[in-house]
């Protein structure tokens, strides 16, 4: 009894183990990352003063 083997295995392979890893890759980079808590106004203010006009609305004076 003669097994035929394929010479092309290893190389479909590694395309598709490639592809997996371009796959997971791309989903985790579209990931949302998770928003930032702030407890007070001065903490917020303290990082980046821009931040009022974007949580509190175009009209937030800091």
Not at 19 to 41: C, F, H, L, N
């Amino acid at each position: 009894m003669r097994v035929s083997i394929n010479p092309f295995t290893n190389y479909t392979l590694s395309i598709a183990a490639q592809y997996q890893d371009t796959q997971t890759g791309i989903e985790e980079a579209q990931k949302k990352p998770s928003r930032r808590v702030y407890r007070s106004m001065d903490t917020m203010l303290k990082e980046c003063v821009f931040l009022g006009a974007t949580r509190f609305g175009t009209n937030f004076i800091a």
